[in-house]
């Protein structure tokens, strides 16, 4: 398997634009995570998914960001509209099977808002 | 919140020195997983412990499972330049639908 792939590796848009980050799972893995890394406040769980389905989404910052989870091997991380203090880097991991709580991650979409 | 506390922050050893650093918590977890961040890259996966007192290696890596169920540790032996990077403690509890938390890390610098 590739491992978790995450697009696009870098982008750089002017606030107010929408942002789209996707992810791909490794097959088989049941969980899906969201995180967004900063300097500042290190890893924080944004949302994640079990089966598709989200099951918490209460580090998701404000309405600004959504996550979806259309199918077993696609999310999206859309954030509308972007701000500057939304650059960080994002990365998505995935787990499983059940019984496994290992989370495997992604490289991350670094993020810059200017 | 649920909080991990890592120490130290920061590390900056001699090429050949042994390394620990430790994860804390006021909260009881199932499972402790260690992982190590390169530059531009997502955290990989050293070690995952699962049981109270487990202790596994990796490599010249060895991580412990406190026997409380609050605490982990993480020692690398006889470190190399390509140990260099910002490591993570992780902890998850019994239930499967809690959320992985991680520890804010510790930074690990090789002076030549």
């Known amino acids: 398997d590739a491992g978790v792939i995450q697009s696009p590796r870098h982008e750089v848009t002017e606030m107010g634009q929408e942002v789209t980050l996707r992810c791909k799972p490794i097959?088989?893995?049941?969980?899906l995570f969201w995180y967004r890394q900063t300097m500042m406040r290190g890893l924080e769980l944004l949302i994640y998914f079990n089966n598709n389905v989200p099951i918490d989404d209460s580090g998701m910052p404000e309405d600004r960001f959504s996550a979806k989870m259309p199918n077993a091997s696609f999310s999206t991380l859309k954030i509308q509209p972007s701000e500057p203090r939304d650059s960080a880097v994002y990365f998505c991991?995935?787990?499983?099977?059940?019984?496994?709580?290992?989370?495997?991650f992604g490289q991350g979409t670094r993020l810059t808002v200017v | 919140g649920q909080q991990l506390n890592q120490s130290p922050q920061s590390m900056f050893i001699q090429e050949g020195e042994d390394v620990s650093m430790n994860c804390t918590s006021s909260?009881?977890?199932?499972?402790w997983l260690w992982y190590k961040q390169d530059p531009g890259e997502g955290p990989v996966l050293l070690i995952a412990?699962?049981?109270?007192?487990e202790l596994t290696s990796n490599g010249r890596l060895t991580a412990q499972f406190g026997i409380t169920r609050k605490d982990s540790f993480l020692n690398i032996s006889a470190s190399i330049p390509s140990d260099v990077g910002i490591y993570f403690c992780?902890?998850?509890?019994?239930?499967?639908?809690?959320?992985?938390?991680f520890g804010k890390g510790t930074r690990l610098h090789i002076l030549p």
């Open positions: 097959s088989g893995h049941d969980y």
């Open positions: 412990l699962y049981k109270a007192g």
């Open positions: 909260s009881i977890f199932n499972t």
């Open positions: 991991a995935s787990s499983g099977p059940q019984g496994r709580t290992e989370a495997f």
């Open positions: 992780a902890g998850h509890k019994i239930n499967r639908d809690d959320k992985i938390i």
